[in-house]
Nanobody, 116 residues
Framework: QVRLVESGEGLVQPGGSLRLSCAASGFTFSSALMRWTRQAPGKVRELVADITSAGGITGYADSMKGRFTISRDNAKNTVYLQMNSLKPEDTAVYYC?????????WGQGTQVTVSS
């Protein structure tokens, strides 16, 4: 059974940092393209960052460049999202996504709230 379990949710002040983790199981993690997406209230889901299977190539949405870092540990079947210089507009539910061939797997999401 495929499982993606996000963790690291929290409330942080503007300018603060938070690290999200996504633990994967039930598929060949090291072969999957991994992504973080997010959805804010009343908005469509958007791509935050992605990372290739071996971790050699990463990509970011323009508004996250320089602030967020995606990484993965294939030995631990885990992908991370380090978020720095957080802004109130980063408030959203963050989802982990795995793409393996034609299959797409999703986690349940974890809430990030940026507020003073």
């Amino acid at each position: 059974q495929v499982r993606l379990v996000e963790s690291g949710e929290g409330l942080v002040q503007p300018g603060g940092s938070l690290r999200l983790s996504c633990a994967a199981s039930g598929f060949t993690f090291s072969s999957a393209l991994m992504r973080w997406t997010r959805q804010a209230p009343g908005k469509v889901r958007e791509l935050v960052a992605d990372i290739t299977s071996a971790g050699g190539i990463t990509g970011y949405a323009d508004s996250m460049k320089g602030r967020f870092t995606i990484s993965r540990d294939n030995a631990k079947n885990t992908v991370y999202l380090q978020m720095n210089s957080l802004k109130p507009e980063d408030t959203a539910v963050y989802y982990c996504n795995a793409r393996l061939g034609w299959a797409d797997y999703w986690g349940q999401g974890t809430q990030v709230t940026v507020s003073s």
